[in-house]
């Protein structure tokens, strides 16, 4: 079956856009993470979704960071003004769970650069 | 603040030698140590986890060894083959993962032939 997709791919942006990731999760996964992962580093929390709410965004950097999920499957992280800081691979799971743990499924990314 | 350590940073063993990779962590509410495999340009594959009324859990060639009074965990892979070579991160999550997960910096290992 198919695994979360994300899209797009690679995304350069001029610093000062603004852009959109989209992850598209498994079917039926009612809870979804979005993770940033810097070069060399292991993947950071951004924020939370249980179906449609967002339930922590504790991880999301600054105002400028926005994730929503309006139908509780397809979300879209929004990134306004974006800075050279904000260069990094961006990663969506949904999750599932199995037996005594939740287990999460990522997709292969968003690697954004921002000039 | 690093709330999961691992080390070594990179790892090089050479094929059907033992690959071993260690975290230790601060928060005692976690209850959720799982290992991710990465490849390049994908993202993490859950490979094994383990909960910390377990002190080891085997599956094929990986195991998880826990000790919950030191607050470290490691992962040991036997026999190691040239397609293992990729990057392992360590977590930690409280509530079985379904809080956030706390990644470890990471450990890239190559496999020599």
């Known amino acids: 079956g198919a695994g979360v997709s994300q899209s797009p791919r690679y995304k350069v942006a001029k610093r000062g856009q603004d852009v959109a990731l989209r992850c598209d999760p498994i079917?039926?996964?009612?809870?979804l993470f979005w993770y940033q992962q810097a070069l060399g580093q292991g993947p950071e929390f951004l924020t939370y979704f249980q179906n449609e709410a967002q339930l922590d965004k504790s991880g999301l950097p600054s105002d400028r960071f926005f994730a929503e999920r309006p139908e509780g499957s397809v979300s879209t992280l929004k990134i306004q003004r974006t800075q050279q800081e904000d260069s990094a691979v961006y990663l969506c799971?949904?999750?599932?769970?199995?037996?005594?743990?939740?287990?999460?499924?990522f997709g292969s990314g968003t690697q954004l650069s921002v000039l | 603040q690093q709330q999961v350590k691992q080390s070594p940073q990179s790892l090089i063993v050479q094929k059907g030698g033992i690959s071993i990779i260690n975290c230790a962590y601060e928060?005692?509410?976690?209850?959720?140590f799982p290992w991710y495999q990465q490849f390049p340009g994908k993202g993490p594959a859950l490979l094994i986890a383990i909960r910390p009324d377990v002190s080891e859990k085997k599956e094929g060639r990986f195991t998880i060894s826990f000790n919950k009074s030191a607050k470290q965990f490691s992962l040991h892979i036997m026999d190691s083959q040239p397609g293992d070579s990729a990057t392992y991160f360590c977590?930690?999550?409280?509530?079985?993962?379904?809080?956030?997960?706390?990644f470890g910096k990471g450990t890239k290992l190559t496999v020599n032939p």
């Open positions: 928060n005692t509410a976690f209850d959720y």
């Open positions: 079917s039926g996964h009612v809870s």
């Open positions: 977590a930690a999550s409280r509530r079985g993962g379904s809080e956030k997960l706390v």
């Open positions: 799971a949904s999750s599932s769970r199995q037996g005594w743990y939740e287990k999460l499924f």
